[in-house]
């Protein structure tokens, strides 16, 4: 026996489903946004979304279900029992907008998840597919909500002054009357925060980490893929042995070692023990690609007359741009991102990363906005290369995971 038998069984608890979720979402929206109350109603949302997705499998048609969702809110809200419970000081422009929100979010996530859902009797098949396209929908807003909500607030954050943030600490909405004075944090960090030098250090370590990383992880790599020597294996499954060790447990020999070594709060230091973290990923990376390359172009490039260096040089290392590419990437990142390691090694401002700059205004004595900005500072950067080199490191990162 189905547990929904026909349309009219499972549309109601879709809709309500999804309703709260609507809700929700532009409560969420309009409260950041104007620092303004907005919170949905459960139980009125919950009947609320039940009928309309009765009503769905009737119109057939999104536009009117937006139309429809848009002045029940409205009437609904100006009646006192709205699904979107508004603040009384809100006003007249944020409710309309915020009812607009609420018509086009509901009312074409319904039309959608019911699409071709028959107004009778349905297969379990055709309840499923329903099923998916609401769990498909959640899925967006959950993880789009769990990315864009903290950056949203840092950002926001940054702009605000101090006053406005003693006020009023929930409120992201922005005082565009301010002008260039919106960016006053990002200013006073690169005038009186020396935050310019911090990025250039991070990009300096990041790049030589980069570049020793792949200096000792090629031939390591491309040893375990194609040589044979004895304890190939043993060393193959061991590459990623150091991290079942936490980092925070090496820490106290690290200081150590490096305190008597006079290599605490020195950039050299930092550059000698970042890529013993990177090393390891990057070999194992890097194996698995090497494996997936045609051992016969290799083979050949040997027939010709060329020693093994100059085949990996000619041949294999043009073949794996697109892993060596990736790699790095990912290499940088962990090197800009680290965090640990320079707020043990490094004392001095003048030689302080990034991640170690931003760690120095988490203090009572500097404004939180200060603290966001940098956040920011050290954020975007790195998001922007990782969004514009995404498919390069999707296209290295499978490459190896086919051999041909």
């Known amino acids: 026996m189905r547990i929904f038998p026909n349309a009219v069984s499972l549309a109601p608890v879709l809709g309500a489903l999804w309703a709260f979720i609507a809700c929700a979402s532009v409560a969420v929206i309009m409260s950041f946004s104007t620092g303004e109350p907005f919170r949905p109603d459960p139980l009125i ?5 039940a ?3 009765l009503v769905a499998l009737q119109a057939r048609s999104g536009a009117i279900l937006v139309l429809l969702v848009a002045i029940a809110a409205f009437v609904m809200n100006a009646s006192g029992f709205g699904a979107l419970v508004i603040g009384e000081d809100v006003s007249m422009t944020a409710k309309i907008i915020a009812c607009g929100m609420l018509g086009v979010s509901l009312g074409l996530g319904l039309d959608k998840i019911l699409d071709a859902l028959p107004n009778g009797t ?3 098949h055709e309840a499923e597919e329903a099923i998916i396209r609401f769990l ?4 967006y807003i959950f993880f789009t909500a769990i990315v864009l909500i903290p950056f949203y607030v840092m950002v926001m954050t940054s702009l605000k002054s101090q006053s406005a943030l003693l006020q009023n600490p929930l409120d992201f909405s922005l005082d565009l009357s301010r002008g260039l004075g919106l960016f006053r944090s990002y200013f006073e960090l690169f005038g009186q925060f020396n935050f310019g030098t911090y990025l250039w250090t991070s990009f300096l370590v990041s790049v030589i980490t980069v570049l020793i990383t792949l200096a000792f992880s090629i031939p390591g790599a491309y040893a375990v893929a194609r040589l044979r020597f004895r304890g ?3 060393f193959s499954r061991s590459i990623l042995l150091i991290y079942m060790v936490p980092m925070i447990v090496l820490a106290l020999p690290i200081y150590i070692a490096f305190s008597v070594t006079g290599l605490r709060n020195t950039l050299i ?3 000698l023990i970042y890529p013993v973290t990177t090393i390891p990923v990057a070999l194992y990376m890097l194996q698995g690609y090497f494996r997936g390359l045609p051992a016969e172009v290799e083979e050949a490039g040997l027939m010709d007359g060329l020693n093994r260096l100059q085949v990996i040089w000619k041949i294999t290392l043009p073949l794996a741009l697109p892993a060596l590419a990736s ?9 800009w991102n680290e965090f640990l390691l320079a707020f043990m090694l490094l004392d001095d401002p003048s030689k302080f990363t ?3 700059g931003v760690a120095m205004l988490n203090s009572s004595e500097i404004p939180r906005e200060h603290l966001m900005a940098g956040a920011v500072i050290a954020t975007v950067p790195v998001m922007a290369l990782f969004l514009g080199l995404e498919k390069f490191m999707t296209k290295g990162l499978t490459a190896g995971s086919v051999k041909g």
């Open 45 to 49: 949302t919950l009947g609320f979304g």
């Open 51 to 53: 009928v309309l997705a």
């Open 122 to 124: 349905i297969s379990r």
């Open 136 to 139: 498909t929908g959640f899925g």
């Open 232 to 234: 190939r294996a043993a």
């Open 269 to 271: 230091g930092i550059v």
């Open 327 to 335: 790699v790095s990437l990912y290499v940088f990142m962990i090197a």
């Open 354 to 356: 990034l991640t170690r």
